[in-house]
């Protein structure tokens, strides 16, 4: 059996250099002594917004600059605390930043209960006022929240509370990454192996079905064994939601999460139904998953596993650097020296670890470098988990130089574009270098996949997080059972009768974090339906209006961002088009098949 090393046993040059944000740890704490000064300048303009355009200038200033920092020293420390989970000083680091975070939060909770106590009148003159004009969209912004504001002291509750609301949160990923543990397993050479996040979809693409079922079996029994207490931290996460869009007066939580990006209900409800009308594709590609493998139906440890096992691609780390590097040149000059940084100046947290957060993510703060955490194995997955978090670096780097921090961050509803762009931008590289029939349809088949897994399998979580929130505010209580025979009927609903589903998928919902995030899932169902469209307009040599989405930050609402770069989710069908885009690949993955059947 081959041990995960210690954070210790790791060549530095695969890891990230996080004194690129701090030289030290000492050199955190000092800055973290500033917080107090940087407060007391934002709450000397308390009670004084309506006495002048200037003041209120000075506010916002002020509140930039304490923001800046926070924002750093959080970035810092959950960075830390994620390279190894199990270090209790950067874990005492965390606790910290997040305590004081919520302190100050509530400190400054006066600001915009104040601003809106203004006369409208007095109000909308501000709007207008020169020294202000910067910031007017902020204002207009805030003026929109008027109805959903509460008074000065109910802000300043709520944002004390923020820390210990996020309790589920935090109590979930402790107990997911640092303390849950599961068994040993046989792998493909009849060795053991611990199974762990980072390799488990490793063992589902095995061409061994009894290490695929040995495997899934080992994760979700695992599960299964904490179903109780994942349940009940899931319900006080969803009743947390309920609470808040309650208290702000909202007509639900979904409709609360979405209010910050301006996307209407439709959009999230019409991705649902959308998928709904098409559920068809899905079901069929199952049913040739089944008829390629040999199976009368799939389980649900068979849907990972290539359909050429033989022609497994597996890619080392300096392969996966030059593919993705190569696959990304089309996007000219200013982008692919920007992405030379990350791979020069190490921006990213390369291998597996043990303690070290599972899965993958891009996070940064504005001055210092989008930083990567990844878990590189060694799988193609792992090369689009690559460019998958590059393209969310990118789209950091280039708002951070195009912005000023105020209008720096994205919203999240575009978060995962640049992303998602990326990878299929990288499918097209290594579609068109494809030879050999093998090779393709082992690409196709990941494309495929890929479309799956971020269109379909996001939009059944998206329908299950909708579905969980309206049964809390209906009252009806998240238990186990609940959750679990609900995730089980849809699931089954999802993936049509080509699969037999293993009991055990019932459990799937409480390894998710991303129920944890507020409904986020949807955005990579969206978020794809944009890249399939906006990868179409770079591979035919548009690639402007790209780069300019990457610069444009939170200048403009997200929808008016995103119809500028060319897709339209209000008045065209993105949605519908991808769907199109995975019947057409579909279809050439049924055509590449026949032709390597024994005869053609």
């Known amino acids: 059996m081959t041990a995960l090393k210690t954070r210790a ?48 200038k000075e506010a916002l200033e002020a509140d930039d600059a304490l923001s800046l920092v926070m924002e750093r020293l959080y970035v810092y420390a959950h960075l830390k605390a994620d390279e190894d989970t199990g270090n209790s000083e950067s874990q005492a680091r965390m606790d910290r930043i997040s305590a004081r975070s919520a302190e100050i939060s509530g400190e400054c909770a006066w600001f915009q209960p104040e601003l809106l106590a203004m006369d409208e009148a007095l109000f909308n003159e501000y709007l207008n006022a020169d020294i202000l004009s910067f910031y007017r969209r902020t204002l207009e912004e805030i003026g929109e929240e008027r109805k959903h504001t509460l008074s000065d002291k109910e802000e300043r509750i709520l944002s004390l509370a923020s820390d210990v609301l996020s309790t589920p949160d935090k109590v979930f990923s402790l107990l ?24 488990y979809n490793r063992f589902l693409e095995s061409a061994d079905r009894n290490v695929r079922k040995g495997a899934f079996e080992a994760m979700y029994d695992t599960y299964a064994k904490f179903k109780n207490t994942l349940a009940a931290l899931l319900d006080s996460q969803v009743k947390t939601g309920v609470l808040e869009s309650e208290l702000r007066s909202f007509p639900s939580a979904l409709e609360a999460s979405l209010f910050a990006d301006k996307v209407p209900a439709g959009v999230y409800n019409g991705l649902i139904d959308s998928i709904h009308r098409n559920i068809g594709l899905i079901h069929d590609y199952f049913k040739f998953r089944a008829e390629i493998l040999g199976l009368e139906k799939l389980d649900m440890y068979d849907i990972h596993t290539p359909l050429l096992p033989e022609c497994r691609l597996e890619v080392t780390w300096d392969e996966a650097v030059k593919e993705v590097c190569d696959s990304l040149k089309i996007l000219g000059s200013e982008y692919h020296s920007a992405i030379g940084q990350a791979f020069e100046k190490r921006w990213i947290d390369v291998p597996e670890c043990r303690g070290k957060r599972s899965g993958a993510y891009s996070s940064g703060c504005y001055g210092t470098p989008p930083f990567m955490l990844l878990n590189f194995v060694g799988t193609l997955d792992s090369m689009f988990t690559l460019t998958h978090e590059l393209g969310h670096s990118m789209h950091s780097y280039f708002s951070d130089r195009n912005q000023d921090f105020h209008y720096a961050s994205y919203k999240i509803f575009v978060a995962e574009v640049a ?4 990878e299929l931008l990288l499918h097209h590289h290594l579609l068109r270098k494809a030879d050999d029939l093998k090779v393709r349809a082992y690409l196709l088949n990941h494309l495929i996949e890929e479309f799956r897994g971020t269109v379909f399998r996001q939009t059944m979580f998206a329908e299950f997080e909708r579905d969980i929130y309206a049964f809390a505010e209906e009252g009806t209580p998240l238990t186990a059972d609940l959750l679990c025979d609900h995730y089980f009927k ?10 037999a589903p293993d009991d055990r998928i019932r459990y799937e919902w409480s390894r998710i974090p991303h129920f944890y995030y507020d409904f986020y899932v949807y955005k990579y169902a969206t978020g794809f339906s944009a890249a399939a469209a906006l990868a179409r307009k770079i591979i035919a040599g548009e690639t402007a209006p790209y780069i300019q989405f990457l610069k444009a930050g939170d200048s403009k ?21 991808a769907l199109e885009f995975f019947r057409e690949n579909m279809l050439e993955l049924r055509n590449v098949m026949q032709q390597l059947k024994p005869g053609k």
């Open 557 to 577: 609402d997200v929808l008016d961002i995103m119809k500028d770069a060319g897709v339209d989710f209000i008045n065209g069908d993105p949605v519908g088009d």
């Open 490 to 499: 849809l699931n089954q609903f999802y993936h049509g009768d080509g699969v």
């Open 419 to 422: 992303s998602t762009t990326n």
């Open 176 to 199: 997911n990454n640092a303390d849950m543990r599961f068994p040993e397993i046989v792998d493909d050479n009849g060795g053991k192996k611990e199974l762990t996040h980072g390799n």
């Open 9 to 56: 046993e790791l060549d530095p040059a695969m890891t990230w250099d996080l004194t690129q944000i701090y030289i030290s740890d000492e050199e955190w704490e000092k800055e973290f002594g500033s917080l107090d000064r940087l407060l007391s300048r934002f709450l000397g303009c308390k009670g004084h917004l309506a006495d002048s355009p200037a003041v209120l």
